[in-house]
């Protein structure tokens, strides 16, 4: 898909890779809707995005994904701005960290488990259904008819969790699972669904993290050696965008790492 005049939204688009993403489509020529909780970081974005723009191409939704209601009002508000929604980029979660027991026995709070779930694999799935209703009734587009593109934010750990994403690990493997089977409910339309898996990426979090902490993780990549940049998280996304014929797959971006047990 031609990304020039389309529109789409991006969750999590306040920081990390949700905010690379939409620098590069609005780089691109695209129309950027930014979904996040974070008000007044999403606002500095768009102010952001808009001088890169030289035009007023971005706009921020207060929006929660684990709420029907909320993200229905959002994207309301995307057709009301921007009057189509071609592409859905499903960036926003959680990745905390807590084993199944403490060093005392304790069981993990069942809420800790099901708050990750929630977030970030009801929030994409519940994002992912209401943006292919408003992308159904597009027009297609180019050769193959492509009516919008849905792209979803998996993980390493989805194959190689670590002790303690017991809860993320889940999550992001429910990411791996739904994405060949939601290609295949949408391919009629000609709505396409993929999957992004990035390794140690070198986001706000990770950078907070102590040196020695960063170099343990950075330790276990094969090539290049280091953390990958959200930069490259989003020319990835742009080329899922424009190939039409990625359909139904997860990508692994994580130069070459295989995550060990800790």
Do not use: W
């Not at 001088?51 to 007023?56: F, H, I, L, M, V």
């Not at 750990?157 to 990411?175: E, R």
């Not at 950075?218 to 899922?240: C, S, T, W, Y």
Request: glycine residues 10%; charged residues 20%; negative net charge.
């Amino acid at each position: 898909m031609d990304m020039q005049g389309k529109t789409a939204v991006v969750s999590g688009a306040a920081s990390g890779l949700g905010k690379a993403v939409a620098e590069r489509l609005v780089e691109q020529g695209a129309n950027v809707a930014l979904f996040d909780l974070n008000e007044a970081a999403g606002r500095d974005v768009v102010i952001d995005l808009d001088k890169r723009a030289g035009e007023s191409r971005a706009q921020f939704f207060k929006v929660d994904v684990t709420d029907a209601d909320s993200v229905s009002a959002g994207l309301e508000g995307v057709l009301a701005y921007f009057s189509a929604l071609h592409i859905c980029i499903n960036c926003a979660g959680i990745a905390p960290a807590k084993r199944i027991l403490n060093r005392d026995k304790q069981a993990m709070a069942l809420a800790d488990f099901s708050q990750v779930i929630q977030i970030n694999l009801v929030g994409s799935f519940n994002l992912a259904r209401l943006a292919a209703e408003k992308m159904a009734v597009n027009e297609p587009l180019g050769e193959a008819g492509e009516r919008g593109v849905i792209i979803n934010t998996a993980s390493v750990a989805a194959y190689d969790g670590q002790m303690g994403q017991c809860a993320y690990a889940a999550s992001k493997s429910g990411i791996v699972g739904l994405t060949l089977p939601m290609a295949r409910d949408l391919a009629a339309l000609g709505i396409r669904v993929n999957a992004i898996a990035p390794g140690i990426m070198g986001t706000p979090m990770l950078l907070a993290m102590p040196d020695k902490v960063q170099e343990a993780l950075v330790d276990n990549i094969q090539f290049p050696k280091r953390m990958g940049l959200p930069e490259e998280f989003a020319q990835l996304v742009n080329h899922i965008v424009e190939n039409a014929y990625l359909n139904g797959e997860t990508i692994r971006l994580d130069g070459g790492i295989r995550m060990p047990s800790r």
